[in-house]
């Protein structure tokens, strides 16, 4: 097990030193000693705009977009999502991986189900709470996020371990499943910037170079 890191994390590059620390090259398996590091280091990083901003491309007409900040060297990704108002993830499993989610900004609630037989259960809705982390695996469930304002985007920061690049959605109605593909595309943030957050934070995102660029994953 690699050793536990004494790293301050102050800033989303500190987190990310942290974590590949933490986990080595083996990434999150089933040592829930390591699974318990992981959300203490994503715990102990404190949501600052201005270090995320970068991050925060959104394309407006879409549900919500992925955007890459680490690849973990291939054994897990941290990704920040920007979820438009009103938006919502289909009701999906997490292909056998682990999954840390923060809220860094705004509202998300999570739809935590059953596993279809056949048909979905509702087993709890809770709101996430900011700088909360949350955990998830196919163990628990399955799960939606939704935001749940008309007025305001959101974002939150996931880590998924080991990466992957296909997932199963479900109908909420009928409980039907079928794959959805989860690759990865670049997307460039524009002069003007990709989105004006609405934030309850004392600081909003500084403007950002249209030199730079996120791997983003959209869904619509």
């Not at 925060?56 to 920040?80: C, F």
């Not at 059953?114 to 628990?140: E, F, G």
């Not at 304002?149 to 920061?157: C, F, G």
Request: net charge negative; aromatic share 6%.
């Amino acid at each position: 097990m690699p050793a536990a890191s004494n790293l301050p994390v102050k800033t989303m590059q500190d987190l990310v030193s942290s974590l590949n620390s933490v986990m080595g090259d083996g990434g999150l398996g089933d040592d829930q000693r390591v699974v318990c590091q992981v959300k203490q280091l994503m715990r102990s990083y404190v949501s600052q705009s201005h270090d995320w901003a970068q991050y925060a491309v959104y394309q407006e007409g879409t549900r919500y977009t992925r955007n890459l900040v680490d690849d973990g060297n291939g054994k897990y990704n941290l990704l920040i999502l920007v979820w438009g108002e009103s938006q919502s993830s289909p009701i999906h499993d997490h292909a056998g991986s682990h999954c840390m989610m923060k809220l860094l900004d705004g509202q998300l609630t999570e739809h935590l189900f059953a596993w279809p037989n056949p048909t979905l259960k509702l087993k709890r809705s809770m709101p996430l709470q900011t700088n909360a982390v949350a955990y998830m695996h196919d163990k628990i469930g399955l799960h939606r996020i939704a935001n749940p304002a008309s007025d305001q985007k959101a974002v939150s920061l996931h880590l998924y371990s080991p990466p992957y690049q296909m997932c199963t959605t479900f109908d909420e109605h009928t409980g039907e499943a079928e794959m959805s593909s989860c690759a990865a595309e670049r997307l460039k943030r524009p002069d003007s910037g990709s989105f004006l957050l609405h934030s309850a934070q004392n600081c909003s995102p500084p403007a950002v170079s249209s030199q730079s660029q996120g791997s983003a994953i959209t869904s619509s």
